[in-house]
């Protein structure tokens, strides 16, 4: 069964600047998660999704970032403009039902600038 | 806020030992327990559900006591391969996962 797919890997981006980070979660999982890791600190979540709805967005900063799950499927997270504090690992990760056993992608470490 | 604490270690043992992780929780609605392990650059994994009877997988023994809002990982005979942060999560039923920061475990020969 393939995992969690995510990319890219890598990201170096200057301030300001945009960046988006896409996630395609284990076939059948209608549960996806966007967490955020700075280092030395475990994973916050940043966003929930059940199918193409938002469960949980509460640690999201909105006024920059945003995600998407249009079909339910695949996801996108959107930073814009990036800050230097914006700078860790964006782990992805899906469950089949919502907050049971959670499977992580390899994650996308992000540096700012 | 609801948060999980841990000690962030190092816990720096030889081969051979046996090695006990804490974490104390907030919520004392938290209904669900999870020792993830996370290996240096790498995602995390889950290493075992954490049940109120407490449960054993080989040389790893969770334990729970809701009363003190307190959960224990327990690693017997330390292998090199046991090196690893290991991650405390809780959740309240219905809302998202909760990580602690991780405990750093070093296992040397």
Redesign the interface.
């Known amino acids: 069964e393939a995992g969690v797919a995510q990319s890219p890997r890598y990201k170096i981006i200057e301030k300001r600047q945009s960046v988006a980070f896409w996630c395609n979660p284990i076939s059948g999982h209608a549960t996806l ?1 966007w967490y955020q890791q700075i280092l ?6 940043l966003i ?1 999704f059940q199918n193409n709805g938002v469960v ?1 967005d509460s640690q999201l900063p909105k006024d920059r970032f945003s995600a998407e799950r249009l079909k339910g499927v695949d996801s996108t997270l959107k930073i814009q403009p990036a800050k230097l504090e914006d700078s860790a690992v964006y ?1 992805c990760a899906s469950s089949s039902l ?2 049971y ?2 499977y ?4 996308t470490r992000l540096t700012v600038t | 806020r609801k948060e999980v604490e841990q000690d962030p270690g190092p816990f720096n043992v030889p081969e051979g030992a046996t090695v006990a992780f804490n974490c104390t929780y907030s919520n004392s609605a938290s209904q669900s327990f999870f020792w993830y392990r996370q290996d240096c650059r790498k995602e995390p994994k889950l290493l075992m559900s954490v049940y109120s009877s407490g449960n054993e997988d080989g040389r790893f023994t969770a334990q729970l006591n809701r009363a003190s809002q307190y959960i224990s990982l327990l690693i017997r005979d330390s292998k090199l391969s046991d090196s690893a942060t290991y991650l405390c999560v809780v959740n309240e039923a219905g809302t998202a996962l909760i990580f602690g920061k991780g405990t750093t475990l070093s296992v040397s020969s």
């Open positions: 998660y030395g600190q475990g994973p916050k979540l929930q949980d782990l919502p907050n056993e959670q992580f992608g390899p994650g």
